[in-house]
């Protein structure tokens, strides 16, 4: 029976607005007269808005009130999977980090073993080619340009379907304050003016500027890196 009175309201105040817009699309106003009708119209018409105001409002707030109490349950279960969920991007990112800085290093080390190795084959062919009195060939093996092939170390962070990285930004790690020189002290104090994070902030700061072409000695820049996983 409640239903029933709710929608036939719902259909008189249907009409009763659609009459109101078909009146105001009429009216004429011409005259002072016609200015008078125009005003009155307009304080009906905003009665009309009123009672579909007071009609739809009551749900409306019913709906709202619900809808923000279950955002708010539906919160108290994603917040603490959301906290567990960065903390094992974090573990992750970390490790991945480490296995490309290991990685990166070998490769550096298997490039300079090979430049090395060439290096003792063109001198060791110089020495040959002096013995046998060719200076001159002598001299073009050693001012030859060195190209090296050196192996490829391969990546050991397997790829996962669903897994996807992006760059984040410019990040340091104080790895030796010593070796930090003076200039740079006085620098990241200069920068680091109104900052509350202090020294590690100001250097972050600087490298982040210059998109980590500025090499400190003392600090390691790296660029941070996003972990996006769909389910």
């Not at 009146?23 to 002072?32: E, K, M, P, R």
């Not at 016609?34 to 019913?62: C, M, N, S």
Request: aromatic share 4%.
């Amino acid at each position: 029976m409640v239903a029933t009175v709710e929608q036939s309201t719902e259909l008189a105040l249907r009409d009763e607005a659609q009459t109101v817009v078909n009146q105001a699309t009429a009216l004429v106003i011409a005259d002072a007269d016609g200015y008078t009708a125009g005003v009155e119209f307009l304080k009906a018409l905003k009665a009309t808005a009123k009672k579909v105001r007071e009609f739809f409002d009551p749900d409306i707030q019913a709906a709202h009130s619900l809808h923000k109490s279950l955002v708010a349950k539906r919160d108290t279960f994603l917040r603490p999977l959301d906290a567990a969920e960065a903390t094992v991007n974090g573990k992750a990112l970390a490790w991945k980090r480490e296995e490309d800085r290991k990685r990166q290093g070998a490769q550096r080390a298997a490039e300079a073993a090979a430049r090395k190795a060439e290096e003792e084959r063109r001198l060791a062919m110089a020495e040959e080619a002096e013995r046998q009195g060719k200076a001159a060939l002598a001299q073009q093996i050693i001012d030859a340009p060195i190209e090296v092939a050196a192996p490829v170390i391969s990546q050991t962070v397997p790829k996962i379907d669903g897994v996807s990285f992006s760059e984040g930004r410019w990040d340091i790690e104080i790895v030796n304050m010593a070796a930090i020189p003076q200039d740079v002290f006085v620098k990241a104090a200069l920068c680091s003016k109104g900052m509350r994070d202090g020294l590690v902030g100001a250097l972050k700061k600087m490298v982040q500027d210059t998109g980590g072409a500025w090499e400190i000695p003392g600090v390691r820049a790296f660029k941070t890196a996003n972990m996006s996983v769909k389910a």
